[in-house]
């Protein structure tokens, strides 16, 4: 069964940073694609950005390109997500998920089949 | 970017016919994901690729995607199908992933 534990609640100051941990477990592909997600307070949810095993490739959302920051660490089967110069309405449950196709080649059509727990991320 | 369009809220009796609609410039030539979110819980996969149903997800739950529409059906509601719905694709345009606006369905 694979499962995506997330790092803890965290409560930052306006201009800090925050780095969000992800890790895998039970995954049996060699390949994982890792999503992030946020819902705010009130509002839907929201995809921040994405790691696409196919070629590579870290892909972001035009609305955080410039604040976020995600990265892996494959020995560990670990994703994690920087959100810098945080603001108020940063504040969110922050969430991961896998990534996944039926068939071969997903050529990035994604859908999310498995989350983690979220992390709460207060910004105040 | 692509926008995905959902009726803000729908409000169904128990045992009766939900549609939850999404609807977004021929969003029929895209393959559209659907997930359910419970207050404080992480969203759960109810269908993808517009009619595919993950292991374990009630066969009440079906989809379908034609047009400028893609339609989540939740027939015979129950209390416990009561949640915020969002529909989500892949926007090669843009090359974000984009989810609908949400519809918070009630069970009356």
């Known amino acids: 069964q694979v499962q995506l534990v997330q790092s803890g609640a965290e409560v930052k100051k306006p201009g800090a940073s925050v780095k969000v941990s992800c890790k895998v477990f039970?995954?049996?592909?060699?390949?994982?694609?890792i999503h992030w997600v946020r819902h705010s307070p009130g509002k839907g949810l929201e995809w921040m950005g994405s790691f696409d095993p196919e070629d590579g490739e870290f892909i972001y959302a035009e609305k955080f390109q410039d604040r976020v920051d995600l990265t892996e660490d494959k020995s560990t089967v670990t994703s994690y997500m920087q959100l810098s110069n945080l603001r108020s309405e940063d504040t969110a449950v922050y969430y991961c998920a896998r990534g996944y196709c039926v068939g071969g080649v997903c050529y990035r059509e994604y859908f999310l089949d498995y989350w983690g727990q979220g992390t709460l991320v207060t910004v105040s | 970017s692509f926008v995905l369009t959902q009726p803000p809220s729908l409000s169904v009796a128990p045992g009766q016919t939900a549609r939850i609609t999404c609807g977004g410039k021929n969003v029929g030539g895209r393959s559209v994901h659907w997930y359910q979110q419970k207050p404080g819980q992480a969203p759960v996969l109810v269908v993808h690729d517009d009619s595919d149903r993950p292991s374990g997800v009630p066969e009440r739950f079906s989809g379908s995607n034609s047009g400028d529409t893609a339609t989540l059906t939740i027939t015979r509601v129950e209390a416990g199908d009561e949640a915020d719905y969002y529909c989500q694709v892949w926007d090669t345009d843009s090359e974000h992933y984009v989810f609908g606006t949400g519809t918070e369905v009630t069970v009356l």
């Open positions: 039970g995954n049996t592909h060699t390949k994982v694609s």
